[in-house]
T-cell receptor, first 110, second 111 residues
Framework: LAKTTQPISMDSYEGQEVNITCSHN???????ITWYQQFPSQGPRFIIQGYKTKVTNEVASLFIPADRKSSTLSLPRVSLSDTAVYYC???????????FGKGTRLHILP | NAGVTQTPKFQVLKTGQSMTLQCAQD?????MSWYRQDPGMGLRLIHY???????DQGEVPNGYNVSRSTTEDFPLRLLSAAPSQTSVYFCASRTKGARQFFGPGTRLTVL
């Protein structure tokens, strides 16, 4: 299994851009990087998925360097409602399991 | 589409009791999974299935059984509840290589 490492917690302020970096040193050629968001008392929700370079959607951007050993989730102009736990996962095409790590607890301050 | 549904939302059991947590999805997804989440912790995979009739163990399978007789349903059975199984249980479904959709969760307390 491709193990991921991300910060345990982060604080930021409303209106700031927040970048959460995840390392995944043993990612394989056909694996994808996926990020989920979880609010208290809810199931995780898919945010974004990418393979290389940059992916952007209406919620976030995902930056993946050429070596793909890390990735950065970027949340533009965060608000208090972005306070949540963010999970970085490697989606392995050769495996059927999706394993979650401990995630990053993001706290947005006013 | 209702997505992924779970019942019940809340359940209290006594030690030694058995019960089944229900999970259903209407998206025709081949893959379904059960996770548990303890307070302040990440999700841990209990069991998963890649299609009807096929199941496999995840990270923490002890004390739980699953079956997958149809594509839509993936029930999780607690054989003899223990206080250590107090947790929130999430069911999820997806197609291969795609994002996972989660149910609203079942909050289980074992006394």
């Amino acid at each position: 299994l491709a193990k991921t490492t991300q910060p345990i917690s982060m604080d930021s302020y409303e209106g700031q851009e927040v970048n959460i970096t995840c390392s995944h040193n043993n990612i394989a050629t056909n694996d994808y990087i996926t990020w989920y968001q979880q609010f208290p008392s809810q199931g995780p929700r898919f945010i974004i998925q990418g393979y290389k370079t940059k992916v952007t959607n209406e919620v976030a951007s995902l930056f993946i360097p050429a070596d793909r050993k890390s990735s950065t989730l970027s949340l533009p102009r965060v608000s208090l409602s972005d306070t949540a736990v963010y999970y970085c996962l490697v989606l392995m095409n050769r495996d059927d399991k999706i394993i979650f790590g401990k995630g990053t607890r993001l706290h947005i301050l006013p | 589409n209702a997505g992924v549904t779970q019942t019940p939302k809340f359940q209290v059991l006594k030690t030694g009791q058995s019960m089944t947590l229900q999970c259903a999805q209407d998206m025709n997804h081949e893959y379904m999974s059960w996770y548990r989440q303890d307070p302040g912790m990440g999700l841990r995979l209990i069991h998963y299935s890649v299609g009807a009739g096929i199941t496999d163990q995840g990270e923490v399978p002890n004390g739980y059984n699953v079956s997958r007789s149809t594509t839509e349903d993936f029930p999780l059975r607690l054989l003899s509840a223990a206080p250590s199984q107090t947790s929130v249980y999430f069911c999820a479904s997806r197609t291969k290589g795609a994002r996972q959709f989660f149910g609203p969760g079942t909050r289980l307390t074992v006394l």
